[in-house]
Structure formats: structure tokens, C-alpha cells
């Protein structure tokens, strides 16, 4: 059962639009929820993150809305550039899980020029 | 500072055989996670060493995998013997060792076939 629901599977956008990646969870003990970046070859590297008591964080062009209420969240990453194409991964922890992280399947994010 | 590495960075091997995993994680990094992405599916998590010892073994898989962390310092997972489901990309990440919810750094990961 996978905790940590993730959409869409990949997405194409073209140059300058938003890109929105959608992450629902089940889990209410979940008190922490980042989104990694991957790029081909490489490993994930920490984009973004907010906690529940926020409903929505922005950093540059990555902004995370939070709906605690609903138990989703999402990334929305505005001005898209040629260079975000990566795979995008929510992902959500618990700190009486000891920290593990808990992720999403992966959004594969083309942006074209 | 150095990253998170990973050895090999990919193996193919034929089932029945075994394979062992390297990860060296970040110097200080009292904290060590194994990951596992399999077919594009979600990342999953594995294991958490804290120094040497074992904190959370809850997602290792079954028997035919070990992970041990010599010294609280690298890490190795071996797989004995493969079986075809175990391809797929295994990730290292470390951090810090103090409280809070510290960011976790990864590896490239390393992809492994078995065939």
C-alpha cells in the first residue's frame, strides 16, 4: 500500500509555463514533507520542504502549498526552464518513524524550449 | 566537502549470484539510510544505521539481504543470492547526527540488473 500518492507520472511544459505536481498521504503522523529534485545519473537532492503548520512555502520559483485537512500537498514550480527537467519526488516523515522518508512515485517534468 | 558515494555505480549479475554495495557516506554523518527504487516505482526505504548500529530494519526486503556499517563509518549492503526482483537502483543518504528533521543527502545510487 503505497502511503504516499503521487501525480501526474510525468509531465510537458513548455518554457515560461507552471508546472504542478500533486502528492496526497494517508499517514496523520507525517510532520514533514520535502520535494527532491533528480536529474539523470544523479542522486536526489532536497528542493524544498515545508511542515504542516504552514500552508505554503515558496523559494525562488518552487512554491509548496500545504492542505493539511485534505492530506495533500503540492509543488508548483512557475517560469519553468529547460533546466528543471528532472524527475520530481514528494516525499513525507514522521519523527516517531525515527526519519525515514516515505515517497512518492516520481513526476518526470520535460520542459520544452 | 565531499558527497555521498556509492560503489558501483552499476552491476549486472546473474541470479543465484551475490553483489555487495558500498556507500561512504558524508564525514560526520552519524546517520546512514539505504533506498531502494525498483521498475520506476516509489523510492523505498530500506534500512537507518545510527553509527554502527541498526536503528530501523523495517524495510529490508527478506533474508537474502545484509547490511552491516564497519566502524560507523561506510556501509555495505550484499545481496546473497540475487533474484531478478532485486534490480533496480539502490540509493545511499546520510545526516547529520543532531536532532531535528535534518535534510538527508544522497548518492547517485547504484543501479543494479539481475539478470
Known amino acids: 500500500q503505497q502511503q504516499v500518492k503521487q501525480s501526474p507520472q510525468s509531465l510537458i511544459v513548455q518554457k515560461g509555463g507552471i508546472s504542478i505536481i500533486n502528492c496526497a498521504y494517508e499517514?496523520?503522523?507525517?510532520?514533514?514533507f520535502p520535494w527532491y529534485q533528480q536529474f539523470p545519473g544523479k542522486g536526489p537532492a532536497l528542493l524544498i520542504a515545508?511542515?504542516?503548520?504552514?500552508s505554503e512555502k515558496k523559494e525562488g520559483r518552487f512554491t509548496i502549498s500545504f492542505n493539511k485537512s485534505a492530506k495533500q500537498f503540492s509543488l508548483h514550480i512557475m517560469d519553468s526552464q529547460p533546466g528543471d527537467s528532472a524527475t520530481y519526488f514528494c516525499?513525507?516523515?514522521?519523527?516517531?518513524?525515527?526519519?525515514?522518508?516515505?515517497f512518492g512515485g516520481g513526476t518526470r517534468v520535460l520542459v520544452k524550449p | 566537502e565531499a558527497g555521498v558515494t556509492q560503489f558501483p555505480s552499476h552491476s549486472v549479475i546473474e541470479k543465484g549470484q551475490t553483489v555487495t554495495l558500498r556507500c561512504d557516506p558524508i564525514?560526520?554523518?552519524?546517520?546512514l539510510y539505504w533506498y531502494r527504487r525498483v521498475m520506476g516505482k516509489e523510492i523505498k526505504f530500506l534500512l537507518h544505521?545510527?553509527?554502527?548500529?541498526?536503528?530501523?530494519e523495517s524495510g529490508m526486503p527478506n533474508n537474502r539481504f545484509l547490511a552491516e556499517r564497519t566502524g560507523g563509518t561506510y556501509s555495505t549492503l550484499k545481496v546473497q543470492p540475487a533474484e531478478l526482483e532485486d534490480s533496480g537502483v539502490y540509493f545511499c543518504?546520510?545526516?547529520?547526527?543532531?536532532?531535528?528533521?535534518?535534510?538527508?543527502?544522497f548518492g547517485p545510487g547504484t543501479r543494479l540488473t539481475v539478470l
Open positions: 543518504a546520510s545526516s547529520h547526527p543532531s536532532g531535528g528533521y535534518n535534510e538527508q543527502f
Open positions: 499517514n496523520t503522523a507525517f510532520d514533514y
Open positions: 515545508i511542515r504542516p503548520d504552514v
Open positions: 516525499a513525507a516523515r514522521g519523527w516517531a518513524a525515527g526519519n525515514k522518508l516515505t
Open positions: 564525514s560526520g554523518h552519524d546517520n
Open positions: 544505521f545510527v553509527k554502527e548500529s541498526k536503528q530501523d
